[in-house]
């Protein structure tokens, strides 16, 4: 069964192109056909999924061959990975129905469903790299699908992160191979233990974390993803979230549990990232009136939990056990919150064009399906007790609590019980906004209201069913998370699950309370009292204030480049001035006794002997009509121009083409007359 890996990577990449042919011809066709491709890929990973851990490698692609394995770690994140392309593509099709550039939408849907698996299967990094690499390039077409100014623009800023964080991913592939000799995941570990100096491994990891950070969303690389979520498709935006950005807290999960398994240097510098992750998408998603920037923000601000708990699982060291079971329910929990939440973005954005809470302010005030749809999530998210978030979140704080002691951790503990309180503010903002309050137009919420079928049953399957998955899941936090944790914990090599958590005692209900009593706050007192005027929601985050647009742009595309050409320059200069010095001086000019003042030696030669025989000439039988040429330089003009056309042919195709068809004949030659 080894061959299934295999085709979890590549079968959905020869449907995209399948699905593109047969778009040229028929479009619900083409439809169709993208939904049996994610409907039996999901078929297929979980018929993989049941099987024991297999292996396949395909050799002397790329020079190292490309590696895969499956274990419990990727059973469930490609099954994850597989329910959500599946959800997400049947939503499309009625999401799309009046959009342009459906083809290449579907065409780089799958091959980004085929790109994702493959990081998810991989077993060494240097796959991983491969197929995190066509990711990138591929999912870039999402963000520039509409193609309109702000699509180009966040499309643009994707794809330089991207690249970049790539390249210094390759950079810190390279020394790891250097010091190690390996890329083949399972032999990091031991290999890395024996490394005494840890120098080089450092500068490894941090090249690394750029990469796969960047890709995650966190800070400071975090720029692309509240630009890239509004402006993308709302199916594009749940696997951007859910899905993608999960592929880069994999590739941190591989460098912090293989290269620095229980190093606190480690630990420390992801906590410290996290944290600052975790509070600043909050704290953007709070300011922002936009449904999903409010949402893409959110997800900044949740990888950064991910990002604290697994840096606690390196401050831990050998009982990292909440911290470990922490990081994967919480990955779990936020792809499928994500895929719930974006989809309903999704069919508000299909009935009234419009993200701005203002305008879509009302729209579901009368239906109570996509209310109580919405609602799962938004509970789920916001760490509510019953619901699936508040499994995670406890975990992860409890994490905290139990290294405890210094002042930093205390502070830390702190940040992470006001960003979860942050969380329940902007998710009741947005709830009341689109599904409590009415329209400031009494005539657009009419219309609002007067929408009883403001979405088809194929959607209405995609969404229901994944909030009832998403409800049932957090209903059984034993019975299921647990056991889903316990699946997953090997790949972060914590080999016993020990005892149960109980997660409903005081002592883990307090830290959600208090995180629930400051998002109560936060809502009442800032967002009811500040950030609504005269019964509209204003952003009042300045608009100077842009990561992007004041420091990196700046730097990336203004400094950085006069810099390094002033250096240039400066350095061309002085080599210049170097050189007339020493000509002048030193190495002054002088010709040479052999040197010719043109031409080569036979040009030379010939025009010295027909000069001595035109002078024979005039002097004897064409004396009444005496020629009087310089054969020297007419034959040296005249060797130039023998070579410069020598030259242009040489270097032409069609000489190129010769040279190979003369070589094919003495082959075919050599072949006849020797075999």
């Known amino acids: 069964m080894n061959y299934l890996l295999g085709v979890l990577v590549f079968y959905p990449m020869i449907g995209a192109l399948a699905c593109l042919l047969v778009g040229f011809k028929n ?14 890929e999901f078929v297929l990973m979980l018929l993989a999924a049941m099987q024991p851990e297999m292996a396949l490698e395909i050799p002397e692609i790329c020079g190292m061959g490309l590696h895969f394995t499956m274990d419990g770690f990727r059973d469930v994140y490609g099954s994850i990975a597989a329910l959500m392309w599946m959800m997400t593509t049947i939503l499309s ?28 299967l991989s077993s060494d990094l240097f796959t991983t790299f ?16 509409e193609e309109n100014k702000e699509a180009l623009r966040a499309a643009v ?23 190690l000799g390996t890329l083949t995941i399972s032999e990091i570990l031991p290999l890395a233990e024996t490394v005494e100096n840890k120098t080089l491994l450092y500068a490894a990891g941090v090249c690394m974390l750029v990469g796969f950070g960047a890709k995650a969303g966190a800070f400071p690389l975090h720029i692309w993803l509240p630009k890239a979520h509004p402006v993308a498709p709302a199916p594009a935006s749940a696997l951007l979230s859910g899905i993608l950005t999960k592929t880069g807290i994999f590739g941190i999960l591989v460098v912090t549990s293989n290269l620095f398994l229980y190093d606190a240097n480690w630990g420390m510098l992801i906590l410290i990232l996290g944290t600052i992750t975790m509070f600043g998408g909050a704290f953007l998603a709070v300011f922002s009136v936009d449904l999903k920037r409010t949402l893409a923000c959110s997800s900044m601000s949740q990888i950064g939990f991910i990002m604290v708990s697994v840096g606690m699982q390196c401050l831990l060291g050998h009982h990292n056990e909440l911290a470990v079971h922490g990081t994967m329910l919480h990955m779990v929990n936020h792809s499928m919150i994500k895929l719930v939440l974006f989809m309903v973005a999704g069919v508000i954005y299909m009935n009234t064009h419009a993200l701005n809470l203002n305008t879509i302010r ?6 109570p399906l996509l209310k109580a749809i919405f609602l799962v999530g938004a509970l789920a998210i916001g760490g509510i007790p019953l619901f699936s978030g508040y499994i995670s979140k406890t975990l992860l704080h409890e994490s905290i609590v139990h290294f405890g002691g210094s002042l930093l951790i205390t502070a830390i503990e702190w940040v992470f019980l006001f960003s979860g309180g942050l969380t329940v503010a902007y998710m009741t903002k947005l709830f009341v906004a689109i599904f409590v309050e009415s329209n400031n137009d009494e005539k657009v919420q009419a219309k609002y209201d007067g929408k009883k079928k403001y979405m088809n049953m194929e959607s209405t399957f995609a969404l229901a069913v994944s909030a009832l998955l998403l409800f049932v899941w957090g209903l059984f936090p034993h019975k299921l998370m647990d056991q889903v944790a316990i699946i997953g914990q090997e790949f972060m090599h914590l080999h016993e699950a020990g005892h149960a958590v109980h997660y409903f005692a005081w002592v883990n209900l307090k830290g959600g309370l208090i995180s629930i009593t400051i998002g109560a706050l936060v809502y009442l007192f800032f967002i009811r009292k500040v950030l609504i005027k005269n019964n509209e929601y204003v952003n009042l985050w300045p608009e100077w204030f842009d990561v992007e647009n004041k420091i990196y742009r700046p730097i990336l595309l203004g400094f950085l480049p ?36 043109e031409g080569n030696f036979i040009t030379h030669t010939a025009g010295k002997v027909m000069n001595a025989y035109q002078w024979f000439a005039n002097n004897t039988y064409q004396k009444k009509n005496p020629v009087y040429k310089d054969y020297v330089h007419e034959f040296a003009l005249f060797g ?22 003369i070589g094919l004949c003495i082959t075919l030659v050599y072949i006849i007359f020797v075999f």
Not at 93 to 106: D, L
Not at 362 to 367: L, P, R
Not at 573 to 595: A, C, F, Q
Request: with cysteine; net charge neutral; glycine share 6%.
């Open 27 to 40: 479009e619900k066709a083409r439809d169709y056909l993208a939904d049996f491709i994610v409907v039996s």
């Open 93 to 120: 099709r009625e999401y799309f129905a009046h959009h342009e550039n459906r083809n290449r939408f579907y065409l780089f849907l799958l091959l980004t469903l085929g790109a994702t698996m493959g990081v998810f």
């Open 130 to 145: 491969i197929f995190f690499e066509i990711m990138s390039f591929t999912s870039y077409v999402w963000v520039a699908q």
């Open 157 to 179: 800023t994707y794809l330089a992160v991207a690249v970049i964080g790539g390249l210094v991913m390759l950079m810190g592939l390279f020394m790891v191979y250097h010091e």
């Open 362 to 367: 009302g729209f579901g005030k009368n239906k």
């Open 562 to 597: 006069f810099i390094s050409r002033l250096v240039c320059r400066v350095f061309d200069s002085v080599v210049d001035g170097i050189v007339v010095v020493l000509r002048k001086t030193l190495y002054s000019d002088s010709p040479l006794p052999y040197e010719l003042p």
């Open 640 to 661: 130039t121009r023998l070579y410069e056309e020598r030259f242009i042919i040489t270097r032409s195709l069609s000489f190129g083409l010769l040279l190979a068809c």
